[in-house]
Nanobody, 121 residues
Framework: QVQLVESGGGLVQPGGSLRLSCAAS????????MGWYRQAPGKERELVAT???????NYADSVKGRFTISRDNAKNTVYLQMNSLKPEDTAAYYC???????????????WGQGTQVTVSS
């Protein structure tokens, strides 16, 4: 069984910073792509940033230059450093990881439970 547990959300003023973490645990053989998504009230879930197993990254245009995704493969953890936060960044943030549980298993997309980020003065 695989679990993704996020942490680091909270309330921050506009212009502030937060760092989200997401740790994968359980029966893990290999983790491929990892990423962060967000969902604001009344809106669809959208991609924020992704990172491959070798460190190639991709960002939504709305966060380029402000957010940085990184990962620690030894700790099965992905991070999202968020700087210069804006009220429109307010959302529930979810981590995602493509994980294979054995050498012969295909990978499957797992999701965390979400962590709330609120940007407000």
């Amino acid at each position: 069984q695989v679990q993704l547990v996020e942490s680091g959300g909270g309330l921050v003023q506009p212009g502030g910073s937060l760092r989200l973490s997401c740790a994968a645990s359980g029966s893990i053989f290999s983790i491929y792509g990892m990423g962060w998504y967000r969902q604001a009230p009344g809106k669809e879930r959208e991609l924020v940033a992704t990172i491959t197993s070798v460190g190639s990254t991709n960002y939504a245009d709305s966060v380029k230059g402000r957010f940085t995704i990184s990962r620690d493969n030894a700790k099965n953890t992905v991070y999202l450093q968020m700087n210069s936060l804006k009220p429109e960044d307010t959302a529930a943030y979810y981590c995602n990881a493509d994980i294979a549980v054995s050498r012969w298993a295909i990978s499957y997309a797992y999701w965390g439970q979400g962590t709330q980020v609120t940007v407000s003065s």
